[in-house]
């Protein structure tokens, strides 16, 4: 068996919003034991990434970590690699800001360790063409793929490949990712033994895991501590020393032979295909499943879960302000970094992080986005008012209102608002998780003011759903904070089918807004049903961080469960409060309401293991209407922003 050069290295992340506590056990059990323990074995060389967001923490929380990355690094023990600073997945991220953000992390890697990185991670191996160009641009001399991305595109997996765009080269390494090449984890002298085994006598080995692997791996060993578990692994890797060589990939490519020409189609890692698969069976048998063989655009999370897309699409639309402002650069600057925070590749997708399913991590993309729209407009230059554009990319406009405290946006699909946010508190209220489950009774979307008509006395059983249904914009002189929207609607009552017209008209004021129906009866005789309107609302990332209380008569409280279901009669008032934030949203009602309040929990695979989330709370109120043939019933709802 021929001598191997073996490339081992290691790939750093938590995203923006990860718990303070979860970056601290991060670092105790898999960062710093890794990184303390191989520096005992000066023989044994390593390429490691950090990401910009790793960096900062390690920097403000142990600059020893810091220390230690820079005096190995100046004695070439190991190789640092650069990359997007938040860790964006690259395929959804503009091209300037792709560019910024790498140029970002390359700045920080040079000042903190006196060199600039010549190799590029990408995150989650998501690869589209055109990046060659890019990468190169940034001056970036190499970069890896997994060696599944090599085998699709027939090229040998022992050595790296060079690939070409737009007269521009890039040199790619095969990395055989832990996480995905390997039955199970297994340390790296296992991992390189099993690998050449499989593969044959391959000349090179690049093998890559993520960071966070160090507590399953210390786990499975039965050892007593995370660093014994590493002393040990290093130990038999230095054993190898006559058929492995470690290197790293700046000082293999001084020795490289002529390279292989390769052109990489649209791939990302394994698990990002699977989880963009189509929802539906239809699109599967359809032939859109690019994960089912291997390739496929990693923009596919948009089309798998709602909130994906709608962050996406408020990442496009603050990018573009961000674009237009001129004449401060300070500002610009500070908008383009929230920005840019707002980009970390974890917020679009239910990664192994939990992604798009943890509030935590959208709350923490919606404020940045937040912050940066704020940071954009010019003080005594802004006017609030509602404006129409098709922001989520489905050929229909929505009604945007944005205002000096709160933003608002509605879509005609159910007339509903499906982004609330307050500007003080940088929360988009409105950031609920979609129905996972297909057979649930009110599956789908979870926005706010979204309309339902049940039998009377109850909010059970449902006799038409309107938040399906497309609403018409009615197209007048209206104010410049005013939106009304119409819809003809058909319930069933008594094995009849009978048609009730809602107008429903959204009035925005500076801490408030109003939302007033009007429900004109078209048929010759009396109908009687409970009108509803659901709001679903994440107001903390805890139930005990929510407080729910309601007013009757004007005075009397009534105490609500923010925790539990809840329900009550002849409210005419709802609090709402983040306590967090330190703000509360008050709903009031013209006319007295029913109320059920249920929160919603949704089960998380993060890190490996499965955890139960809040993702917020259903909120329904309903009213009880009787509607004479050929009249109207009118019903008003208010909304309103208190710190």
């Given at each position: 068996?021929?001598?191997?050069?073996?490339?081992?290295?290691?790939?750093?992340?938590?995203?923006?919003?990860?718990?303070?506590?979860?970056f601290?056990?991060?670092?105790?059990?898999?960062?710093?034991?890794?990184?303390?323990?191989?520096?005992?074995?000066?023989?044994?060389?390593?390429?490691l990434?950090?990401?910009?967001?790793?960096?900062?923490?390690?920097e403000a929380?142990?600059?020893?970590?810091?220390?230690?990355?820079?005096?190995?690094?100046?004695?070439?023990?190991?190789?640092?690699?650069?990359?997007?600073?938040?860790?964006?997945?690259?395929?959804?991220?503009?091209?300037?800001?792709?560019?910024g953000?790498?140029?970002?992390?390359?700045?920080?890697?040079?000042?903190?360790?006196?060199?600039?990185p010549?190799?590029?991670?990408?995150?989650?191996?998501?690869?589209?063409?055109?990046?060659?160009?890019?990468?190169?641009?940034c001056?970036?001399?190499?970069?890896?793929?997994?060696?599944?991305?090599?085998?699709?595109?027939?090229?040998?997996?022992?050595?790296p490949?060079?690939?070409?765009?737009?007269?521009?080269?890039?040199?790619?390494f095969?990395?055989f990712?832990?996480?995905?090449?390997?039955?199970?984890?297994?340390?790296?002298?296992?991992?390189?033994?099993d690998?050449?085994?499989r593969?044959?006598?391959?000349?090179?080995?690049?093998?890559?895991?993520?960071?966070?692997?160090?507590?399953?791996?210390?786990?499975?060993?039965?050892?007593?501590?995370?660093?014994?578990?590493?002393?040990?692994?290093?130990?038999?890797?230095?054993?190898?020393?006559?058929?492995?060589?470690?290197?790293?990939?700046?000082?293999y490519l001084?020795?490289?032979?002529?390279?292989?020409?390769?052109?990489?189609?649209?791939?990302?890692?394994?698990?990002l295909?699977?989880?963009?698969?189509p929802?539906s069976?239809?699109?599967?048998?359809?032939?859109?499943?690019?994960?089912?063989?291997?390739?496929?655009?990693?923009?596919?999370?948009?089309?798998?879960?709602?909130?994906?897309?709608l962050?996406y699409?408020?990442?496009?639309y603050?990018?573009?302000?961000?674009?237009?402002l001129?004449?401060?650069?300070?500002?610009?600057?500070?908008?383009q970094?929230?920005?840019?925070?707002?980009?970390?590749?974890?917020?679009?997708?239910?990664?192994?992080?939990?992604?798009?399913?943890?509030?935590?991590?959208?709350?923490?993309?919606y404020?940045?986005?937040?912050?940066?729209?704020?940071?954009?407009?010019?003080?005594?230059?802004?006017?609030?008012?509602?404006?129409?554009?098709?922001?989520?990319?489905d050929?229909?406009?929505?009604?945007?209102?944005?205002?000096?405290?709160?933003?608002?946006?509605?879509r005609?699909?159910?007339?509903?608002?499906?982004?609330?946010?307050?500007?003080?508190?940088?929360?988009?209220?409105?950031?609920?998780?979609?129905?996972?489950?297909?057979?649930?009774r009110?599956?789908?979307?979870?926005?706010?003011?979204?309309?339902?008509?049940?039998?009377?006395?109850?909010?059970?059983q449902?006799?038409?759903?309107?938040?399906?249904?497309?609403?018409?914009?009615?197209?007048?002189?209206?104010?410049?904070?005013?939106a009304?929207?119409?819809?003809?609607?058909t319930?069933?009552?008594?094995?009849?089918?009978?048609?009730?017209?809602?107008?429903?008209?959204?009035?925005?004021?500076k801490?408030a807004?109003?939302?007033?129906?009007?429900?004109?009866?078209?048929?010759?005789?009396?109908?009687?049903?409970?009108?509803?309107?659901?709001?679903?609302?994440?107001?903390?990332?805890?139930?005990?961080?929510?407080?729910?209380?309601?007013?009757?008569?004007?005075?009397?409280?009534?105490?609500?469960?923010?925790?539990?279901?809840?329900a009550?009669?002849?409210?005419?008032?709802?609090?709402?409060?983040?306590?967090?934030?330190?703000?509360?949203?008050?709903?009031?009602?013209?006319?007295?309401?029913?109320?059920?309040?249920?929160?919603?929990?949704?089960?998380?695979?993060?890190?490996?293991?499965?955890?139960?989330?809040?993702?917020?709370?259903?909120?329904?109120?309903?009213?009880?209407l009787?509607v004479?043939?050929?009249?109207s019933?009118?019903?008003?709802?208010n909304?309103?922003?208190?710190?």
């Amino acid at each position: 068996m021929q001598k191997c050069s073996c490339i081992i290295g290691t790939y750093n992340h938590l995203p923006q919003g990860t718990e303070e506590s979860s970056f601290e056990e991060t670092y105790q059990v898999c960062w710093r034991p890794f990184l303390s323990t191989l520096y005992r074995f000066p023989d044994i060389a390593a390429v490691l990434h950090y990401s910009g967001t790793a960096l900062s923490w390690l920097e403000a929380r142990h600059p020893e970590f810091i220390m230690l990355l820079e005096e190995m690094t100046s004695r070439k023990q190991i190789e640092l690699l650069g990359g997007g600073f938040f860790a964006p997945l690259l395929p959804l991220v503009p091209g300037p800001d792709r560019l910024g953000q790498m140029e970002m992390l390359t700045t920080y890697i040079r000042k903190a360790f006196g060199r600039r990185p010549r190799g590029c991670w990408i995150q989650d191996y998501a690869w589209e063409p055109g990046f060659t160009s890019s990468l190169e641009a940034c001056g970036f001399d190499f970069t890896f793929l997994q060696e599944r991305q090599f085998r699709m595109a027939g090229v040998d997996t022992g050595r790296p490949a060079i690939t070409e765009d737009q007269g521009r080269s890039l040199i790619v390494f095969p990395a055989f990712d832990a996480a995905e090449s390997l039955a199970k984890m297994v340390p790296f002298h296992e991992a390189v033994a099993d690998l050449r085994s499989r593969h044959g006598d391959l000349p090179l080995v690049c093998l890559m895991y993520p960071g966070s692997a160090a507590k399953e791996l210390w786990a499975a060993s039965g050892l007593e501590s995370p660093d014994v578990f590493f002393e040990r692994a290093f130990a038999a890797l230095q054993k190898e020393s006559l058929v492995v060589e470690t290197t790293t990939p700046s000082r293999y490519l001084k020795t490289a032979q002529k390279l292989n020409r390769a052109y990489f189609s649209s791939s990302a890692s394994a698990l990002l295909l699977e989880r963009s698969r189509p929802a539906s069976p239809r699109a599967e048998k359809a032939g859109n499943d690019g994960a089912l063989d291997g390739f496929g655009s990693s923009r596919r999370i948009l089309l798998r879960h709602e909130e994906s897309l709608l962050l996406y699409a408020k990442m496009q639309y603050v990018r573009i302000l961000v674009s237009q402002l001129r004449g401060d650069k300070s500002r610009k600057k500070s908008a383009q970094e929230e920005l840019w925070k707002a980009q970390c590749g974890d917020a679009y997708w239910n990664g192994p992080s939990g992604g798009s399913f943890r509030p935590r991590l959208r709350g923490a993309a919606y404020s940045a986005l937040i912050l940066a729209e704020k940071t954009t407009r010019q003080r005594g230059g802004f006017s609030a008012g509602v404006t129409m554009a098709d922001i989520d990319f489905d050929g229909e406009r929505e009604i945007l209102y944005q205002g000096g405290e709160f933003n608002a946006y509605v879509r005609l699909k159910g007339g509903a608002i499906f982004e609330l946010d307050s500007l003080r508190t940088l929360t988009n209220y409105a950031s609920v998780l979609a129905s996972q489950d297909p057979n649930a009774r009110r599956g789908g979307p979870r926005h706010c003011f979204q309309d339902s008509i049940a039998k009377s006395g109850g909010f059970g059983q449902e006799i038409a759903n309107c938040r399906e249904a497309t609403y018409g914009l009615e197209d007048s002189d209206r104010p410049a904070h005013l939106a009304v929207l119409t819809k003809e609607v058909t319930l069933e009552q008594s094995g009849r089918k009978k048609t009730v017209f809602i107008r429903k008209r959204y009035t925005f004021r500076k801490v408030a807004m109003s939302v007033t129906y009007e429900i004109a009866n078209r048929e010759n005789d009396t109908l009687n049903f409970r009108f509803c309107s659901e709001l679903n609302l994440l107001a903390g990332d805890q139930p005990d961080a929510v407080g729910f209380e309601g007013q009757r008569n004007g005075s009397e409280k009534v105490e609500l469960s923010s925790s539990n279901k809840a329900a009550a009669s002849g409210l005419d008032l709802l609090r709402i409060e983040n306590r967090a934030a330190g703000e509360h949203l008050e709903l009031r009602a013209d006319r007295p309401f029913e109320l059920l309040a249920m929160p919603l929990f949704q089960n998380v695979a993060a890190f490996g293991t499965d955890a139960k989330v809040y993702e917020g709370a259903s909120i329904l109120v309903g009213w009880d209407l009787s509607v004479p043939p050929d009249a109207s019933v009118k019903v008003v709802l208010n909304l309103e922003f208190r710190p």
